[in-house]
Structures are given as structure tokens and as C-alpha cells.
């Protein structure tokens, strides 16, 4: 009760009206309150994730497809296997790939590993374009695969829905050996 006492004289009848008014306001207070419905939506859907190619010592610049090995592979919309990853933007988002391999290829074996990238337009596969970065306009030739790390990006714009396919220029001369090779793609999309 002390308490109360020095309180009361600090602060006055009046300031203890004050506090206990300002208490009554607070509790008095409204609130309200919205919900959110988030639905993700994917843009990035792989399509064939393995492939395997013959490769022969002494290839210089042969050109292979994933999928599809040797030759551009028949586009099949319904079957994932006729195309290496696809890309369908809405109204509101664009989307950028990266490609590169999760390991530098043996420079040792290869004299060239050039990877490029080909879409569907429609009718036939068309080259699409590389960009350095995921939002840049710095184009590039191909992704290196013989440097660790060297990636590019292609970009779609909104309200596009584009199948892609990989192709691969190597050469594999620089040894007489048959051990088997694996190379590993990997995509990261940008949206």
C-alpha cells in the first residue's frame, strides 16, 4: 500500500485517472485479422534425367543430345523423355535457368566439352540463347564444361510455356581410353 501512496503523489489524482483511462482504451481495442491462401506453382518440371551416349576415341566436335544421343530427339509434349527440362511462366513471373555440370569434365580425355541449349518452337528445335547471368544481356557462345563452374542462363519471358533440349559439342581425343565417362547436368531456376 506504500506503493500506491508514493504513486499517488508522484503522479497526481489526475495522473492516475490518466494511466487508468488509458488502460480502459487499450483493452477497449478492436482487432482484426486476414488470412492468406498461398498456392507455389512450379515454372521448372525436368524432363528426361538419364541418357547414355557412345562416345569413340578420337571424336573431334561430334555433337550429342540430351535426350536423344546422337540425333534431336522427336518432341512428344506427353512424354518427358523427348525433352530435357521444361518452362511454363504466368502472367506475373518471368524465369531464368542456370545449366551447368556439378563437375568440370577431364581435360585430359576432352580437348572440348561445349554445351548449348535448343528449344521448341513449335515445329522444329531452334538455338536459344545463353546469358552470362540469370537477369544480365551479356550473351555467350556455350557453357564450357571443361572449366569448373562456368554456367549460363537462358530466360523466358511471362506467359510462355517453352520445352528445351541440351546439346553437347565434344571432342574425345586426347586418349586411347575406354573407361567410362559420366557428366551430370544440373538446372537452377531463377523465377
Not at 485517472?17 to 482487432?31: G, N, P, Q, R
Not at 491462401?37 to 528426361?48: D, K, L, N, S, W
Not at 544421343?69 to 511454363?88: L, M, R, W
Not at 515445329?123 to 550473351?139: K, N, P, R, V
Amino acid at each position: 500500500m506504500n506503493q500506491f501512496r508514493k504513486l499517488k503523489l508522484i503522479l497526481g489524482a489526475k495522473g492516475i485517472l490518466c494511466i487508468v483511462s488509458l488502460t480502459m482504451v487499450v483493452l477497449a481495442l478492436v482487432t482484426y485479422s486476414a488470412t492468406v491462401t498461398m498456392t507455389p506453382t512450379r515454372q521448372f518440371t525436368i524432363g528426361a534425367s538419364s541418357a547414355s551416349w557412345t562416345v569413340y576415341v578420337n571424336d573431334v566436335n561430334k555433337v550429342e543430345y540430351l535426350p536423344g544421343g546422337a540425333s534431336e530427339p522427336t518432341f512428344n509434349a506427353s512424354n518427358p523423355d523427348t525433352y530435357a527440362f521444361k518452362v511454363i511462366t504466368d502472367a506475373n513471373r518471368n524465369c531464368s535457368i542456370k545449366i551447368e555440370l556439378t563437375t568440370a569434365m577431364n581435360s585430359s580425355k576432352f580437348s572440348n566439352f561445349n554445351i548449348t541449349t535448343k528449344y521448341w518452337t513449335g515445329a522444329a528445335w531452334a538455338d536459344a540463347t545463353l546469358y552470362t547471368t540469370a537477369t544480365g544481356s551479356t550473351t555467350k557462345p556455350y557453357i564450357d564444361g571443361l572449366v569448373s563452374s562456368d554456367a549460363g542462363y537462358i530466360q523466358q519471358g511471362v506467359s510462355t510455356t517453352k520445352y528445351y533440349l541440351i546439346e553437347v559439342t565434344y571432342s574425345y581425343d586426347k586418349v586411347d581410353e575406354t573407361t567410362q565417362v559420366t557428366a551430370t547436368f544440373q538446372y537452377t531456376p531463377f523465377p
